[in-house]
């Protein structure tokens, strides 16, 4: 809801924007230039609401490959899984917030509840990431990531 607030309160300042400026007097330039002004403005008033379109996404030290990494060093794969030779994947959304921490970890979706602990404690385990940005400003963004078992 905070992000459909937020698009409602950009896009209005947009509206306004457009329909107060005289375009006779203003160059295409000036308008735009007014516009930026103004979502860089409404970013840094609502700084904890998360954006859903970013110029730079949020980016893990070292790259995707190094995230990867990360993840199949530090997965523990549940004993009751493996005994069974259950393998599965678990969908996650999380934030990644304008310091490049990691919140509000959530299973989207998940192939089998037996993984979904691990992969909640995996994604809370991830290092300081950096942070998406809008215009140079660093923001909250969610993110998603597949994460899968197999033995």
Do not use: C
């Amino acid at each position: 809801m905070q992000i459909i607030e937020y698009m409602k309160h950009t896009l209005l300042i947009i509206l306004l924007l457009i329909l107060s400026a005289n375009l006779k007097s203003q160059s295409v330039d000036t308008i735009a230039k007014d516009i930026k002004t103004s979502v860089n403005d409404s970013i840094k008033k609502n700084e904890n609401t998360p954006v859903s379109h970013v110029e730079i996404l949020p980016e893990f030290p070292g790259g995707e490959e190094a995230l990867y990494k990360y993840l199949s060093k530090n997965i523990k794969y549940p004993k009751e899984a493996s005994k069974n030779n259950i393998t599965g994947k678990v969908d996650m959304r999380f934030l990644i917030d304008s310091l490049g921490n990691t919140r509000m970890v959530t299973v989207i979706k998940s192939s089998n509840p037996i993984f979904e602990e691990e992969a909640t404690r995996l994604i809370q385990s991830l290092p300081k990431w950096k942070p998406g940005t809008v215009d140079g400003i660093p923001v909250n963004v969610f993110y998603r990531l597949t994460i899968k078992f197999s033995i």
